[in-house]
């Protein structure tokens, strides 16, 4: 295994690490307050942001293939850890924020022709942007193939009903295009019920009824999540993406690669983390001595060091199995990372909030933010009990 990062890495870790010093950090107190008066609507110092990534040759670097930058993910991967540094611009900015990634790499993997004109298109080059509607409220969605929302032949189309809640990026006025997750024929095998369609957000029949709050923040910023309820939805035939009864291992491709790009990104909060826990540990005073010098702050910072090393090696391991291998080969260490990364990082938050005292409670540092970005990863693309169920079962398959 070679994790050295080659050239190409090199060239664009030095380009990402300068628009992150010139154009990202120093837009991130701006970038608070245009979100607090811009409703569902991005911030507007984001298209700025995104013209100057575009000019830099920082965009779609985590798409493969010719549709994107090419990269492997094991080239990707110290890209999207130094973009963990800011998640809630530096991913938009270069195009490369999730739901839209994961939509654009399952477009480019299982779309036709002119659904890839029609909406794959128009995302790679930022001008709208989409939602992945599969988690609902009735049922456990933790098992996909729970899902319950009905996607029904009439002739030449599909009638949608069904609700779903928890949608990221629904809200946001830009977002144009919905896959959807639903049943097609519920007495087909257990995983060949379900299916994906393509449903415009203004199609008649979609209702956004609300956004979801996450620890209280609606995360309107980045257009929030949504409850949705489908009525009697119509689209053409041809918004289905692959064959009918092909939606759950289309979702599994479409989330391998997504699971390792937050688990990518939670390294670069870990690091932002422990870079402020440090500063403030060294800046405040407590009973006569610096805070740095205090046993239990110096305890918090070595283990931060340590967790970091141990998950970011994980996950440039894992990288370089899904480049060498596939997904599937790598199946055990996606699992693996996308339970591992989330609670350690979450760690690691949790110190620094406790060395800044009120302040890391507050709005004037990312932290709390940050800590609710990375507890929520460990719900979003199947909550921990499920991967350790599945690894698990893979484990002691091998004994059986």
Not at 166 to 172: D, K, L, Q, V
Request: aromatic content about 8%.
């Amino acid at each position: 295994m070679d994790f050295a990062f080659d050239s190409v890495t090199e060239d664009l870790r030095e380009r990402l690490l300068r628009f992150m010093d010139e154009c990202v950090y120093p837009a991130e107190a701006a970038f608070e307050e245009q979100a607090a008066t811009s409703g569902w609507s991005p911030p507007p110092l984001l298209d700025d942001l995104k013209d100057e990534a575009r000019k830099r040759g920082l965009w779609n670097l985590f798409l493969p293939g010719d549709h994107g930058a090419g990269l492997t993910n094991l080239q990707y991967a110290p890209l999207a850890e130094i973009m963990g540094r800011s998640p809630s611009i530096a991913p938009v900015a270069t195009n490369c924020a999730a739901p839209d990634t994961g939509n654009m790499e399952l477009l480019a993997m299982f779309g036709s022709e002119w659904q890839r004109k029609e909406w794959l298109q128009p995302l790679l080059d930022g001008e709208i942007r989409s939602a992945f509607a599969m988690t609902e409220p009735d049922v456990a969605s933790s098992d996909a193939t729970n899902i319950a929302t009905s996607i029904v032949r009439d002739g030449d189309e599909y009638v949608i009903n069904g609700r779903k809640w928890f949608i990221s990026g629904a809200m946001n006025p830009n977002c144009k295009i919905l896959i959807v997750m639903g049943k097609t024929n519920p007495d087909a095998p257990k995983h060949r019920q379900q299916s994906m369609i393509l449903v415009p957000r203004d199609t008649p029949g979609v209702h956004i009824k609300r956004g979801m709050h996450v620890f209280g923040y609606t995360d309107a910023d980045h257009g929030g999540h949504a409850e949705i309820l489908f009525e009697d939805v119509r689209v053409p035939a041809e918004n289905l993406i692959g064959e009918e009864g092909g939606g759950f291992a289309i979702a599994q491709a479409r989330l391998g690669p997504g699971r390792i790009h937050h688990c990518m990104r939670l390294i670069g909060m870990a690091e932002r983390a422990v870079e402020l826990m440090c500063r403030r540990a060294l800046a405040r005073t407590t009973f006569g001595r610096p805070v740095a010098e205090q046993g239990v702050v110096q305890d918090w910072i070595a283990e931060s060091r340590i967790r970091i090393e141990q998950s970011r090696l994980l996950v440039l391991k894992t990288a370089w199995l899904m480049d060498t291998v596939g997904n599937q080969g790598a199946h055990t260490e996606i699992q693996a990372i996308k339970i591992s990364t989330p609670i350690t990082v979450e760690w690691i938050l949790d110190k620094a909030v406790q060395v800044h005292g009120a302040g890391g409670v507050s709005q004037d540092f990312p932290l709390a933010a940050l800590w609710a970005g990375a507890r929520s990863l460990r719900l979003a693309d199947g909550p921990d009990e499920v991967h350790k169920r599945s690894l698990a079962y893979r484990e002691l398959k091998r004994y059986m």
